[in-house]
């Protein structure tokens, strides 16, 4: 199976900054029809998964701009220009190129 | 709304079965793929199995295959696993989620799961 390898595991955040979190994959993502399936999710405490960004940087409906991402291959970035209260949780991406779809350990992310 | 709402999950002695349902409502049920996705207990998140839009292509992670059985009812817009030689290591939130899609009983994860239900507890101890 891709291992997803994400960094840092633990991500406390002034409010109003920025916030970076890592993904590695143990392979490319790149498949057959060129696209790449890299996708993340975010889990606020008590609640489901919700995807925020499908093929690398493609976000979900209702997702705010603050939220993007980056990357290529095995080495991709979720970015978070300006943490509000509301996006503490616990991220994770996942690659959906190679079967079985497989995520990342996931960065909890909190407020300083 | 879009909606998944999971039921049947419960505390089963090792060995033992259970059954989970997952009933989705706001959105045309047979044009996907769908999956089950868990959580163990302060845990990440593990693809568990899939199905295509029609049930006649299914998936398994190595970790459940042979003991799962994932189906799906499209007259009910209902989705299910049936779960048997359960192990301490099932013991999960499981959720039930839109996407995937299986192909020669290969499942392609691709965009990934959306939406996901609130997921049901399975708790297997003795």
């Known amino acids: 199976d891709v291992v997803m390898t994400q960094s840092p595991l633990s991500l406390p955040v002034t409010l109003g900054q920025p916030a970076s979190i890592s993904c590695r994959s143990s392979?490319?993502?790149?498949?057959?029809?060129?696209?790449?399936?890299l996708n993340w999710f975010q889990q606020r405490p008590g609640q489901s998964p919700r995807r925020l960004i499908y093929?690398?940087?493609n976000r979900d409906s209702g997702v705010p701009d603050r939220f993007s991402g980056s990357g290529s291959g095995t080495d991709f970035t979720l970015k978070i220009s300006r943490v509000e209260a509301e996006d503490v949780g616990v991220y994770y991406c996942?690659?959906?190129?190679?079967?079985?779809?497989?995520f990342g350990q996931g960065t909890k992310v909190e407020i300083k | 709304e879009l909606q998944l709402v999971e039921s049947g999950g419960g505390v089963v002695r090792p060995g033992g079965s259970l059954r989970l349902s997952c009933e989705a409502s706001?959105?045309?049920?047979?044009?996907?793929?769908m999956s089950w996705v868990r959580q163990a207990p302060g845990k990440g998140l593990e693809w568990v199995s899939g199905?295509?839009?029609?049930?006649?292509?299914?998936g398994y992670a190595d970790s459940v295959k042979g003991r799962f059985t994932i189906s799906r009812d499209n007259a009910k817009n209902s989705l299910y696993l049936q779960m048997n030689s359960l192990r301490a290591e099932d013991t999960a939130l499981y959720h039930c989620?839109?996407?995937?899609?299986?192909?020669?009983?290969?499942?392609?994860?691709?965009?990934?799961?959306?939406?996901w239900g609130q997921g049901t507890l399975v708790t297997v101890s003795s």
């Open positions: 989620a839109r996407g995937g899609d299986c192909t020669n009983n290969i499942c392609f994860s691709g965009v990934g799961f959306d939406p």
């Open positions: 706001g959105f045309t049920f047979d044009d996907y793929g």
């Open positions: 199905i295509n839009w029609n049930g006649d292509s299914t």
């Open positions: 392979q490319s993502l790149v498949y057959s029809d060129g696209n790449t399936y």
């Open positions: 093929k690398i940087s």
């Open positions: 996942m690659q959906g190129t190679h079967w079985p779809g497989t």
